[in-house]
């Protein structure tokens, strides 16, 4: 082989890993699948990925709860915010992933989050309303959900965090609406 046939290879070569190695980095491509929460870019594309409302549904049990809607079971009460408007995702520790989402119509402090493992297993499930049954109450309530078997303190203070933080404080109605919330955190624990 010439020396200018090597040389060009050698250009080449040093054209082309630079680019493969910004592909490898880039934002991943395709369909959001719930066992990579990486490649879902927001709480509505997790909601609608192929297996979500399953797992949910397994995760929550059959309880019936009046957060957004009165009397539905607790996974379509995050069906209903989780496939609204929502933030991008947050990335928590140990390979944690926080999505967050408003119902459809409204946001106004109410609004579910759940955090999945790097497996897109269900860890924890929260929830900011104002429990509305017949009617809303005046004061926003935050339910999380958690499995007796898990790291509990830690998903419990960053749905705690997610829920008290200005995002979504911002879209309160009333801010009084917070006044005694400390004493409306309600933690359910699932078997």
Known sequence: MSK??????????????PASVWAATAAPVGPCRMIDPTTCANANQLARASGFATALGHFAGGSKVS???GNRSVSEQALAALGGSSPSVQTLANDRYLFSACPTRECGGSAAAIIVNEYGQIEALGFSSYHCDTACDDFRHLD???????????LVAALKAWATADALKSTMWRPDADQGLDGRINVHTLP
Not at 144 to 154: E, M, S
């Open 4 to 17: 200018f046939a090597r040389l060009a290879c050698f250009i080449l070569l040093l054209l082309v890993v």
């Open 144 to 154: 999380f959900y958690v499995r007796k078997d898990g790291d509990n303190a830690t």
């Open 67 to 69: 957060y957004f809607q």
